[in-house]
């Protein structure tokens, strides 16, 4: 099976949803690559972070540690950005508990709906 190697995301600056996401992730977004402003995921795959008048919001998850996820919702919680417990924005406020584990909801800078979760859905162990 082939591995997915790259991803490109249009942002509104792609240096600010590129610092935005790296920042909550614990990691370093790397040096600008032609157009894109890349970030690297524990698996190796970049999103690729453009900028863009075309932004059509989609939506990304992310499968983070129980640390990797307190982390990550302190600085959301400490930055004051809204976070949800489900993907139409309801339960403002509040994370989910799905499959034994913890979830979140939230808009990056270019309003991509972002998810944190710590268990894989469908993971009933």
């Known amino acids: 099976m082939a591995d997915l190697n790259h991803i490109i995301i249009p942002a509104r600056d792609k240096d600010i949803s590129a610092e935005f996401l790296a920042g909550l992730l614990g990691v370093q977004a790397e040096a600008p690559w032609g157009p894109f402003r890349p970030v690297r995921t524990g698996n190796g795959v970049t999103l ?3 900028t863009s008048q075309d932004v059509r919001t989609q939506h990304y998850a992310f499968l983070v540690s129980d640390a990797e996820f307190d982390s990550a919702f302190t600085k959301i919680k400490e930055a004051g950005v809204a976070f949800y417990a489900r993907p ?12 034994g584990g913890r979830g979140v909801y939230f808009e990056d800078p270019a309003g991509h709906l972002m998810e944190l979760i710590t268990k894989p859905y469908g993971d009933e162990a």
């Open 48 to 50: 690729d972070f453009v």
């Open 88 to 99: 139409n924005k309801s339960g403002p406020g509040e994370i989910n508990t799905l499959y």
